[in-house]
């Protein structure tokens, strides 16, 4: 993510890529090997119970015990200097730190699922107006009933089908936006655009070793009946993170994650 602006320790906010790079360096100095850049194309149970995964290289590597921590691929959408406002007024999750930016001003939010409903209803409480842009027709097939009542039944919201985003506007943040409804464009003044069209987990590689929920996301713990949290239906490999069913899609939540999961990997090397 080009900015993340709610992680402890970094009160002007910290770049993804700067932030993983400090992580490396300070990683490297407890005795962390790094193979990158190297893509995971597979991985697979050894009969000696050991794992082993095959880079893009071709570079074979093995394990006994594996953490996966591959995240997510958020949808993006087509849009001129999209990148150039992701973090100044695009975001890709509404929480109290971006709905900062919304107060008494004009938020999008563009998706016609749950997560864009909750976006809305939860913006609509400091925002002026906010405007949902849904791609189709109706929401009856994407967002639970429940919740399209409350956002039809909310002033502050008005919802606009068959209708996308075909320019963003500003200079160093996001300014402005370009709807494009029915054949005809419309430029309306917007403090935050929230992209919520949804997000693949980064789960190709794992060739069937692990059970996955229908969207993709790995499942761990109790929903395959596994003693640890973070442990997957294949013993020795864990999930950690965004890719992991059910977890927070935050930093601080996925780091955690991380740290925790290491003691049942000792665990599970050194016990089972
Ligand atoms: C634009 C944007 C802004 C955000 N802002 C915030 C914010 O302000 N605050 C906040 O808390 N969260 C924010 N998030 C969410 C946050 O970035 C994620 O929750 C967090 O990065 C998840 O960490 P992770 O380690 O699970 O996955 P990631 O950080 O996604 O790391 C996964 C890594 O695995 C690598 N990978 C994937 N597949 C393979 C493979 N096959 N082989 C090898 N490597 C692979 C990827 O290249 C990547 O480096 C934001 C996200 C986006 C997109």
Redesign the pocket.
Known sequence: ???????MGFPT?IS?ADL?WRGQVQAMKFGTRFAMP????ALEKLEDGSFCAT??SGQRVRARAVVI??????RRLPIDRLAQF??AG????A?E??ARFCRKGEAIVIGGGNSAGQAAMFLSRVAARVRVLVRGDSLAASMSSYLSTRLEADPAITIEYRARVSAVHGTDKLAAVTILRDGTEQTVDACAMFVMVGAVP?T??LTGLVRLDDKGFVLTGADVDAASPYATSCPGVFA?????AG?????????G??SVVISHVWGHLHDG
């Open positions: 993510s080009s900015r993340i602006e709610n992680y906010g993804g993983v190297l893509r995971v194309e880079f893009g921590a591959t995240g997510v691929q958020y992701e973090g695009i975001y890709y999750a929480t730190n971006e980064n190709g590689w950690v993170g965004d890719v992991r977890s927070t899609k935050r930093v601080a939540s996925s780091v994650e991380g």
